[in-house]
């Protein structure tokens, strides 16, 4: 089945929102000392400006908005660091109906395309420690450890 990568649109919002929501469950269930419920996981004035910006897309998987993708583009520059600018996944999820289905993979063939294009250096993103399928998901594509964030509680 053909993965379609687009834009997303004012329209979109509500579904959007409710894959957010999915992923926001499972992070308080993962880590309900941090996480909580939030009645809006993205404020609707954000969302329009991604989608202005053109940082905000979906895959759509027979008809339907499968998953969700907000990019930042970050140029990193500092004395210590070789100057960079990057594509960084702040946000992407897919809704638990159409996962497994190579929606991920279809968004960080996006990504590299959208890379190429821009001549941008690279592509980070984080993950939650708990979000296993995902990690394995990330190293299955090509992706490799940069940083480790740890706490003490």
Do not use: C
């Amino acid at each position: 089945m053909k993965i379609i990568i687009r834009n997303s649109k004012l329209e979109d919002y509500k579904t959007v929102e409710a894959i957010m929501q999915q992923v926001q469950q499972m992070h308080i269930n993962w880590r309900p000392d941090i996480y909580k419920y939030n009645e809006t996981i993205i404020p609707f004035e954000i969302y329009k400006q991604a989608i202005k910006e053109n940082t905000f897309f979906v895959a759509e998987y027979e008809g339907h908005i499968a998953g969700i993708l907000f990019i930042l583009y970050r140029h990193i520059e500092s004395p210590n660091q070789i100057t960079r600018n990057i594509i960084f996944v702040d946000s992407m999820a897919v809704d638990s109906a159409y996962r497994g289905k190579g929606i991920g993979h279809a968004f960080f063939d996006f990504l590299k395309e959208l890379k190429n294009q821009k001549g941008y250096d690279g592509i980070e993103l984080q993950v939650n420690a708990k979000n296993k399928a995902a990690y394995q998901m990330y190293i299955n594509y090509g992706f490799t450890n940069k940083s480790i964030n740890m706490e003490l509680l």
